[in-house]
């Protein structure tokens, strides 16, 4: 475990200034080339916390499923939204970020009053009335790290699920990020259902002249700009 341990610093000074519920929120997943995109939120308590709690990307993957049951029952709400490689494709990223954000916020069971994302980009609005963006919030904020750590267990538990289906490309060690196994897996056996056929990597990987990468323009979608997500 690296680095200082994140505070309810943030938080307490947004509640000074009226803010009363504060949800922290974090994205998983955004760089895969397979799987959901998944985000997190979380409202943690004022007073109680639990041990351990940091950013997830420096945390073992033992610690984070450690942590996963005690951090779940200590914050007083929390969700995981996903969005799916499908919508991932078919929408851009962008949009696919606030659809999962919206699915995450939903969870909650309450509204909150001002949101804290980890970074310079609001993928929360409009579903919360106030964000607060800040660099490296999830390294420094309890809520958001929380948020993270939430999120990246859940959807490594559903890579780990779907490496069964699709064995070849060692999703249960690589939860769809790129790496020398997983570059290998497509050169051989080219895409798999999850995979995000839109991205890039479709170009240099798989060198069937027979799969083509998908383009958004053509494909059908989800996503109507005027109303919004079809459902």
């Given amino acids: 475990m690296r680095g200082p341990a994140p505070t309810r610093q943030l938080e307490r ?10 949800v922290g929120v974090d ?12 985000v997190g939120a ?11 709690i940091r950013d997830s990307k420096m945390l073992p993957e033992r610690d984070r499923e450690r942590l996963f ?19 991932c494709d078919e929408l851009g990223m962008s949009a696919a970020q606030r659809l999962a954000a919206r699915r995450a916020l939903e969870q909650l ?5 001002v949101a804290v994302v980890d970074g310079l980009w609001d993928f929360v609005s409009p579903h919360v009335a106030h964000v607060e963006r800040r660099v490296r919030a999830d390294a420094t904020c ?16 559903v890579m ?29 056996y ?24 998908s383009s958004r323009a053509a494909a059908p979608t989800l996503f109507d700009p005027a109303i919004g997500l079809i459902r």
């Fill in 109 to 113: 069971g309450v509204k909150p009053d």
């Fill in 69 to 87: 049951t005690k951090v779940s029952g200590w914050c007083l709400a929390w969700g995981v939204g996903m969005a799916s490689e499908t919508e």
């Fill in 27 to 38: 994205e998983v997943g955004r760089g895969a080339w397979a799987g959901p995109l998944a």
């Fill in 190 to 213: 080219g895409p798999s259902v999850i995979h995000r056929r839109s991205w890039v990597f479709m170009d240099h990987f798989v060198p069937w002249t027979g799969i083509q990468r």
């Fill in 13 to 22: 000074v947004l509640r000074e200034q009226g803010y009363e519920i504060v």
């Fill in 42 to 52: 979380a409202i943690v308590p004022q007073d109680r916390r639990v041990n351990g």
């Fill in 160 to 188: 780990r699920r779907l490496s069964e289906d699709y064995p070849q490309w060692s999703f249960d060690t690589n939860k769809g990020y790129p790496c020398p196994v997983h570059k290998a897996a497509l050169s051989g």
């Fill in 142 to 157: 309890l809520s958001v790290a929380a948020a993270s750590i939430l999120a990246k267990v859940t959807r490594d538990r």
